[in-house]
Nanobody
Framework: QVQLVESGGGLVQAGGSLRLSCAAS????????MGWYRQAPGKQRELVAV???????TYADSVKGRFTISRDNAKNTVYLQMNSLKPEDTAVYYC?????????????????WGQGTQVTVSS
């Protein structure tokens, strides 16, 4: 099994910054994509940013130029630096990881989610 532990959420004023971290632990052979999603009250969960093992990144249009995703492969950790925060960024932020496992005879991939961390941006 794999656990994803998120940290770094909180309350910040508009224009401020926060840095989220998500560390994966457990039975891990390697990790393909790692990403951040968010869900605001009454809305569906949406992609914020994703980074694959080679370092390529994808961002939602709403956060381009303000958020930066990065990862430390040695620590199985993904980060989300959030700058110029807006009230509409308020949501629960979830970490996701596509983890490769080795059964002893073959490799397979499972997707895991963190428990979520609240980000609240006041106007």
């Amino acid at each position: 099994q794999v656990q994803l532990v998120e940290s770094g959420g909180g309350l910040v004023q508009a224009g401020g910054s926060l840095r989220l971290s998500c560390a994966a632990s457990g039975s891990i052979s390697s990790i393909n994509g790692m990403g951040w999603y968010r869900q605001a009250p009454g809305k569906q969960r949406e992609l914020v940013a994703v980074i694959i093992s080679g370092g390529s990144t994808t961002y939602a249009d709403s956060v381009k130029g303000r958020f930066t995703i990065s990862r430390d492969n040695a620590k199985n950790t993904v980060y989300l630096q959030m700058n110029s925060l807006k009230p509409e960024d308020t949501a629960v932020y979830y970490c996701n990881a596509d983890v490769v496992h080795y059964s002893g005879t073959y490799y397979y991939t499972n997707s895991y989610w963190g428990q979520g961390t609240q980000v609240t941006v006041s106007s």
